[in-house]
């Protein structure tokens, strides 16, 4: 089951990126041939095979770890703010998104 | 002393400055220089040389306070894809183009001037070095800002994504550097380079302020000369980081060179080796693997036989899978980490866009190179409704067959051998119109990546074209002491590791 042009607009969509159409013909081709040798997975039996997400799982038991809920960060606005694209009086730019 | 300086490794040099026979700023200077005579290799993206220097003269006024932490004044250099306060942090890519950081990544902290009560190891920061685009690679021909090139031979690549790391150790620009590997990026660019490299078992170095690829696989680690050297940056870098990383390890950090000089117990001098177990798996030498490569393998692991190691035959029935399950599992992992750049909080913005939608797309599109879109589609795809448990889930129960194969491979070995990489590096540009091939000569660093283990890249002698080849070590969970023992073993009794490209390679690109 090979992927259409109308997938890898839906995916570029969902993904929010731009692709023009020769853009996009090269990634369906190329798309299309990893994941080909993806279809080799098909064939594992993977009944009762827990996914396994965190690779530490595989050799000690994994514990969410919480720190204690206070504050431990300094006030450095203006230091995240120096490589934004579009900030004024401290905050964000963007274009309007409420009429 | 300034015309042999580049030539030491961390432990000489640091040696060197103890003995007050060259100062940090001397070193850092010299380092600098011959750092710009080379730019033509495309090896580091940013300096800051006052910086630099004011991180030398630092070291030397601690020393000469009486102070001596185990890597002061050493000049060493990061992958962009580590934070760093004084100089951009750009990680190969157009979107983060001039980005600052406020802070230093925990790694980058723990080697210079430490940080949340940790002291640091006192090594001084030389600069930034190139990488593919958020390490997606295995070339360097995926960074924004050019390619890095391989000093053995400046038309072939040094490898990825490390590139820049792995060619400015192998052209003698700096003594060590640090590296992030998430399917191979410090193994094969050191095997490609000629350099020795280590992947800690995954979290044992804090992923704070490292640049994210691919959460469960990305793990930080040393480029150098040697195993020892190696020993030595890693004791820095590694250890728990509770506060920033939820996933860093709760276990303490490790003297890594104690017991390198030493046989094994009950070894002797002449065969210090004797008693470890060496597994061979059957599908990392077969046909799948050049020649040269295979030749210069097998003539390591006969090194190890004569060091009083047993080699064994094991198996890893699921190599192959490999290289879907990675492929699917990091681009998902991808293209969740990276939507964090809309071009709002900071990174590129396209100059001109209709709305917000459009501005996200623009900006992205603009700001991304085309593998790094390419797996931001793939993963959008793979957890996608409908797909999630064909693809995601089925690439992690995968995982997990991997990692077993491994658990049971290790009932009959110490360690496991094989190549790094299926050939040496290719010309730049060979791979660019086929990212697949790209993706399949991965084969022999994935499968250790998936399951988390650690893995070394030690130089074993030369192939095709006199290009070098890396012999990989895998061992087991937080075997990171019993692969660097073996690979300084091998170094003592081996010069592969000391053989630099000729000079004039060099100063021809230069």
């Known amino acids: ?99 | 002393m300034s015309t042999e300086l580049h030539h030491m490794g961390v432990a000489e040099l640091a040696a060197a400055l103890e003995q007050r026979r060259v100062s940090s700023v001397e070193a850092t200077q010299a380092l600098l220089q011959r750092v710009r005579a080379h730019e033509a290799l495309g090896a580091f993206l940013a300096l800051n040389e006052e910086a630099s220097l004011a991180q030398a003269r630092a070291a030397d006024e601690r020393r000469a306070r009486g102070e001596h932490t185990p890597l002061l004044g050493v000049p060493i250099a990061h992958k962009d894809v580590f934070v760093t306060r004084d100089w951009p942090t750009t990680a190969g890519s157009r979107m983060l183009a001039g980005y600052r950081s406020p802070f230093d990544a925990t790694v980058v902290a723990r080697l210079g001037h430490g940080a949340d009560g940790h002291p640091g190891a006192g090594a001084v920061t030389l600069g930034k070095l190139n990488c593919d685009e958020f390490a997606m690679g295995s070339g360097n021909d995926n960074s924004a800002y050019g390619p890095a090139r391989n000093p053995w031979d400046p038309t072939r690549v040094p490898g990825g994504s490390s590139g820049g790391s792995a060619a400015a150790m192998a052209a003698r620009l700096v003594p060590a550097a640090t590296g992030t590997d998430t399917g191979g990026s410090i193994r094969q660019p050191a095997a490609f380079c000629g350099v020795t490299g280590i992947k800690p078992t995954y979290g044992r170095c804090s992923r704070y302020g490292m640049v994210a690829y691919a959460s469960s696989l990305d793990q930080a680690g040393p480029i150098a000369r040697s195993a020892w050297d190696c020993a030595l940056l890693l004791s820095a870098m590694a250890g728990p980081d509770p506060d920033r990383d939820s996933t860093s390890l709760d276990r303490p950090a490790e003297d890594y060179t104690r017991g390198l000089d030493e046989p094994l117990p009950g070894a002797s001098a002449a065969r210090p080796l004797q008693g470890l177990r060496i597994g061979l798996p059957v599908e990392f030498l077969g046909d799948g693997c050049s020649a040269d490569v295979l030749a210069a393998v097998r003539s390591a692991l006969a090194e190890f036989e004569r060091l009083g190691a047993t080699l064994v035959d094991v198996h890893l029935p699921r190599t192959q899978l490999a290289i879907p399950a990675y492929y699917i599992i990091a681009p998902a992992e991808a293209s969740s980490n990276l939507s964090r750049y809309d071009g709002v909080r900071y990174g590129h913005r396209a100059a001109e866009y209709t709305d917000l939608l459009d501005m996200y797309r623009r900006s992205r599109s603009e700001g991304f190179g085309a593998e790094v879109q390419r797996r931001i589609l793939i993963g959008t795809y793979v957890l996608s409704h409908g797909y999630y448990d064909a693809y995601y889930l089925k690439a992690q129960q995968i995982r997990r067959l991997i990692a077993q194969d491994f658990l049971q491979a290790f009932e009959q070995c110490d360690l496991i051998a094989g190549p790094v990489a299926p050939t040496v590096a290719w010309a730049i540009g060979d791979k660019a119109d086929d990212p697949l091939a790209a993706y399949l000569a991965d084969i022999y660093t994935l499968p250790a990546s998936l399951a988390g283990l650690p893995g070394m890249s030690v130089p074993a002698g030369f192939g095709a074209d006199g290009l070098p080849v890396g012999l990989q070590l895998i061992g087991p969970h937080l075997a990171e002491a019993r692969l660097l023992h073996a690979a300084h073993q091998f170094q003592r009794a081996t010069d592969w590791h000391t053989r630099a490209p000729a000079g004039d390679t060099l100063s021809r690109q230069a």
């Open chain 1, 1 to 99: 089951m090979a992927l259409t042009l109308q997938d890898v607009d839906r995916l570029a969509h969902l993904a929010r990126l731009a692709l023009d159409r020769p853009t996009a013909e090269r990634m369906l081709g190329q798309l299309n041939a990893f994941f080909d040798i993806v279809e080799q997975m098909r064939a594992v039996d993977t009944t009762g095979v827990e996914p396994l997400a965190h690779p530490a799982e595989v050799f000690e038991p994994v514990r969410l770890r919480l720190r204690d809920d206070v504050v431990t960060e300094p006030n450095q606005r203006e230091a995240n703010q120096a490589s934004a694209p579009a900030v004024e009086g401290g905050l964000y730019l963007v274009p309007r998104v409420i009429e």
